[in-house]
């Protein structure tokens, strides 16, 4: 019989998905799929499931949550060598990755086009010993996602990451970063990078309009230093409406991998944020795993 795992975290975004678990059984009780069910509440328990149990019966996983539960189901996946098809179910607050991906945030348009199981192979990004499918970021906003308060969030939305994100311009300092790729060698003061797959993170829709999930390169956008204050709001609000791209204060580069490293001892930049995770600490060895990962996809519709 075909069977299909659902992991959802309870705790994501609204928390009201648990009330549509019967509708997407239904779904796919329908289509003669025994569904098993991973209700987690942390990293620990999705990778003490996928580590102890037959992963190799199922022919898709589905993961009900934000982009940090979607992150952590993946690096299990990859720790174990396992290749199933992921199915997004956006039940989170900014849900970047589905949103690219076309995958409706209504739950029963949501399950129809999860239904119909059109895969698409999608580039993994890999940053130390640790995966990510839609950013790496560090600097400014980057611990955002993680210390934001779950009620603000869930209250708010996408609108609590700029709040929040706004608390730390007033005390932030700039950090000196060496990005190197390939070819090149970039030595400047940064107050923010990510690196990006598609073409938003954290609730800004439009960090890159030229990304492309499958081309086998990356986004590198690297926010400099901003000497006069009064360029802090035009920069922001660039930033959201995605006109940044040329401006004077951006370093922008789109390349297989990169390199970044701390060489102010002064001020280290020490951690990391991967899809709105903790991630690994500097210096970081970035790699793009070229259609690494199959996902169920929207994009054509």
């Known amino acids: 019989m075909k069977s299909v795992l659902l992991i959802y975290n309870p705790k994501s975004g609204n928390t009201t998905f648990k009330n549509e678990l019967d509708e997407f059984l239904e779904v796919f009780n329908k289509m003669e ?4 069910i991973c209700r987690t509440l942390s990293k620990l328990s999705i990778d003490d499931y996928i580590q102890n149990n037959d992963m190799d019966s199922f022919d898709f996983v589905f993961v009900a949550g934000g982009d940090g539960t979607v992150n952590e189901v993946i690096n299990s996946l990859q720790n174990k060598n396992i ?87 007033p005390t932030f300092k700039p950090t000196k970063l060496k990005i190197t790729t390939d070819y090149e060698t970039y030595v400047d003061e940064f107050i923010l990078f990510v690196v990006l797959n598609s073409t938003g993170a954290g609730g800004f829709d ?15 956008i690297g926010v400099r230093s901003i000497k006069r204050v009064t360029d802090v709001p035009r920069l922001l609000m660039n930033l959201i409406i995605g006109e940044h791209l040329d401006d004077k204060n951006i370093l922008y580069l789109k390349k297989d991998n990169f390199g970044i490293e701390c060489v102010d001892p002064n001020h280290l930049l020490e951690e990391s944020d991967i899809d709105g995770e903790s991630g690994p600490q500097l210096p970081l060895d970035i790699k793009v795993i070229h259609k690494g990962l199959r996902v169920i996809s929207n994009r054509n519709n």
């Open 33 to 36: 799929y025994d569904v098993r």
């Open 206 to 220: 439009k960090l890159s309009t030229n990304a492309n999930i499958s081309d086998g390169l990356f986004e590198f």
């Open 83 to 169: 290749d199933i098809p992921i199915g997004i179910i956006p039940a989170g607050t900014a849900n970047d990755f589905a949103r690219y991906l076309n995958i409706p945030f209504q739950y029963d348009k949501c399950f129809d086009v999860l239904s119909q199981m059109k895969v698409e192979e999608v580039d993994l990004g890999k940053v130390n010993d640790k995966y990510f499918i839609n950013i790496c970021c560090g600097g400014l906003f980057t611990n955002v996602s993680q210390n934001i308060d779950v009620e603000l969030k869930n209250t708010l939305g996408k609108m609590a990451y700029y709040i929040k994100g706004a608390e730390q311009l």
